[in-house]
């Protein structure tokens, strides 16, 4: 029942936005059409903006995946985080997570795949990728929009929730589904 | 972000020499700057569109009555931003967008809350106090449904493909208490150039 109505939420949201959204503009009025070709010009200037940082960012993200320094931190990490519950499978999740969303998915694919969608290795990853973020792509694309290239705390505060985020998952996933 | 940009390009290189994968290099880095440029082109149409949409619900008041809604919790998270500003509608209609998993939809009202809190930035280029929190809540947004985990985890067939949604609820409301809780107590680690806010009287 709860799923039902989440899964209608889902598949309902975005047509009911995009047809009442300019219905209710023309009860108030509003010249519906040119405005909107007006602001759609914009998308296409920001996503060219957004172009140079996410070269930046994305090249260098993708320099360190080939390099092999992604499997050589699994390796060292996997004694201490195998105790506090993150398989050895799970833990490239934690690392790619934050780089990469394909990147992510692959890896809940993979260990649902190789420990099954209802172990505790596949509901944590399940768990891991949908409760954070591609944290470094969502900076490039906000600030690289607007032309910021100090980012600040931003960087650190996203990391540590991203962090956060992830001990939480495990904790959840051992006190709802035992582990 | 220049120190942290050049030290995972060095890291790269030399965790590269030492593992013997220098061979893959090259091609990585060709690979990637080109799916940058992929990435951000097909942010095209459905950044065209969400703007455009965006626009109109400006136009018609919707996004003015939106911020208003959230005002009660915006303004504290953002005490910086100007109560009536058009940011503080962009920012209810992106973490609403985001917490439903319609992440599509949610970038363009994030770039344009962005916009939108640049305008009010003393120092262009830089980020403020509220930028930097409204893109780390970005990146740990309290997650509703999940849409992409659920679609794999039912296509790898899991009994109750959606039973993760509890847990996901949890893991990301931790996320986002974190987010907010170390933007904040970072921020003056941090410093700004000039001093943030509206000059006092």
């Known amino acids: 029942m709860f799923r039902g109505v989440l899964e209608a939420i889902s598949v309902w949201a975005i047509p009911l936005v995009v047809a009442g959204v300019p219905l209710y503009a023309l009860t108030r009025k509003v010249k519906v059409y040119p405005v909107f070709v007006e602001g759609a010009k914009e998308g296409f200037q920001v996503a060219v903006r957004v172009i140079p940082p996410l070269v930046a960012v994305v090249v260098a993200l993708g320099m360190l995946r080939a390099s092999g320094a992604m499997e050589g931190l699994a390796a060292l990490l996997a004694p201490v985080t195998s105790r506090i519950g993150i398989p050895a499978s799970v833990l490239p999740m934690v690392l790619v997570r934050p780089l990469s969303g394909g990147a992510a998915l692959g890896v809940v694919a993979d260990v649902l795949r190789s420990e099954g969608p209802d172990s505790y290795a596949g509901r944590l990853a399940s768990v891991m990728a949908g409760s954070t973020e591609t944290t470094f792509y969502v900076l490039a694309v906000y600030f690289g929009a607007v032309g910021v290239t100090r980012y600040r705390q931003a960087l650190p505060a996203a990391l540590l929730a991203d962090l956060a985020g992830f001990a939480a998952s495990v904790v959840a996933v051992r006190f709802l589904f035992g582990p | ?201």
């Open chain 2, 1 to 201: 972000m220049s120190v942290i940009w050049v030290l995972l390009l060095v890291a790269s290189v030399v965790v590269a020499a030492v593992t013997g994968r220098m061979v893959a290099l090259p091609g990585a880095i060709a690979e990637s700057a080109g799916r940058a440029v992929s990435l951000s082109l097909g942010l095209v149409g459905i950044l065209a569109l969400w703007m455009g949409l965006m626009k109109v619900a400006e136009e018609s008041g919707i996004v003015r009555s939106l911020g208003r809604l959230a005002r009660p919790v915006l303004r504290r998270l953002f005490p910086s931003v100007p109560a009536d500003s058009p940011a503080m509608g962009a920012m209810t209609m992106n973490i609403a967008a985001n917490m439903l998993g319609l992440g599509n939809a949610a970038t363009p009202f994030g770039i344009k809350a962005m916009e939108e809190l640049e305008r009010v930035n003393p120092d262009p280029g830089t980020a403020t106090d509220a930028q930097a929190l409204f893109c780390a809540l970005n990146t740990a947004s309290i997650q509703l449904i999940p849409a992409s985990v659920i679609a794999l985890r039912a296509a790898a067939g899991a009994r109750q493909p959606a039973d993760i949604l509890g847990a996901t609820l949890l893991a990301s409301t931790c996320a986002t208490i974190a987010a907010i809780a170390s933007a904040w107590a970072l921020r003056r680690l941090f410093r700004s150039s000039p001093p943030q806010g509206p000059p006092r009287v």
